[in-house]
Every structure is written in structure tokens, then in C-alpha cells.
């Protein structure tokens, strides 16, 4: 049974910093790509961040240098470092995970497992 398992949201004053983690089981996490999503409310969901199977790493622009995705195979768990946090980040954080015959970016079509996700609310 396969399981991506969020945590490591909550609340935070702008200007913060948080880790969200994704723990994932019942496939070969290693052989995936690995994305990090958001949806905020009334708003569609943004791919924010991939990394490979060989550790490379994409970010979108509206993260980018404040945000870092990285995994950890042998734990088959996902990080996303968030820092310098703004009020416009609040939202539903989602982790999924792409097959390797798949588009490895930030096309949330091209994944096949997804996390409940972890809320991220920042405060001004």
C-alpha cells in the first residue's frame, strides 16, 4: 500500500522558517521524482519544487531562493526547508511522487501518488 505521509506545517510569523517533511512508503521511493505542491485557497494547485532520482532540483520562481527541496532515499523521505516566509505562502502543502516514465517537473499531471498534506499558515 503506498503512503505519503506529511508533517511539519503550522503557523509562523512572516519572515520564519519552517521544515515540512513527507515520509514515504509501499513503492521504490528511490526509482521517483519528487515534487512538493501548495493550494491555497479559491487558488489552483502550483507546483512549487521537484528533485530527481539523481538529486536535481527545480524550483518555481515564486520560491526560488527561499525554498529548498531535498530527499533523503535511504529515510524514502522529502524535505522542503522554507525560509524568509511571506503571508502569500499559506496554503495546503502537498508532497507526490512521479514514476520514472514520467515528466520529472512541475506538472502535477505527471504524478501518481499523493500526500493529505500539512497546512502552512503565515502570519504578518
Known amino acids: 500500500q503506498v503512503q505519503l505521509v506529511e508533517s511539519g506545517g503550522g503557523s509562523v510569523q512572516a519572515g520564519g522558517s519552517l521544515r515540512i517533511s513527507c515520509v514515504a512508503s509501499?513503492?521504490?521511493?528511490?526509482?521517483?521524482?519528487m515534487g512538493w505542491f501548495r493550494q491555497a485557497p479559491g487558488k489552483e494547485r502550483e507546483g512549487i519544487a521537484r528533485?530527481?532520482?539523481?538529486?536535481?532540483?527545480l524550483h518555481a520562481d515564486s520560491v526560488k531562493g527561499r525554498f529548498t527541496i531535498s530527499r533523503d532515499n535511504a529515510k524514502s523521505t522529502l524535505y522542503l526547508q522554507m525560509n524568509s516566509l511571506k503571508p502569500e505562502d499559506t496554503a495546503m502543502y502537498y508532497c507526490?511522487?512521479?514514476?520514472?516514465?514520467?515528466?520529472?517537473?512541475?506538472?502535477?499531471?505527471?504524478?501518481?501518488?499523493w500526500g493529505q498534506g500539512t497546512q502552512v499558515t503565515v502570519s504578518t
Open positions: 507526490a511522487a512521479a514514476p520514472v516514465w514520467s515528466y520529472c517537473d512541475l506538472r502535477s499531471y505527471a504524478y501518481v501518488y
Open positions: 509501499g513503492y521504490s521511493y528511490g526509482n521517483y521524482c
Open positions: 528533485i530527481n532520482r539523481n538529486g536535481d532540483t
